[in-house]
């Protein structure tokens, strides 16, 4: 099956395809996907996995056509960011 597997850093963003047989899991594509050696200064354990804009356990197994998205924590609460840019 194809799944794809997605990070993006505030400049660079990574989309890759992995073909992986059933019953995989989202820690499997992750693995597959190479990411790690392509962002080495990232602790891709440490991140929150997802599969289209839902958080997932990475022991989900994904289903053809998934997008298993990792997300990097934020650096500021997007609500103080809307108050410092409005000056308030």
Known sequence: MRVEVVFALADRQE????ELPDGSTADVAIEKSRLARQFPDVDF???????????IARSQ???EGDRVELYRPLEMDPREARRLKVGV
């Open 61 to 63: 197994v994904v289903k």
């Open 15 to 18: 989309l890759l395809v992995v």
């Open 45 to 55: 354990d440490a991140l929150q996995a997802g599969i289209w804009g839902k958080p």
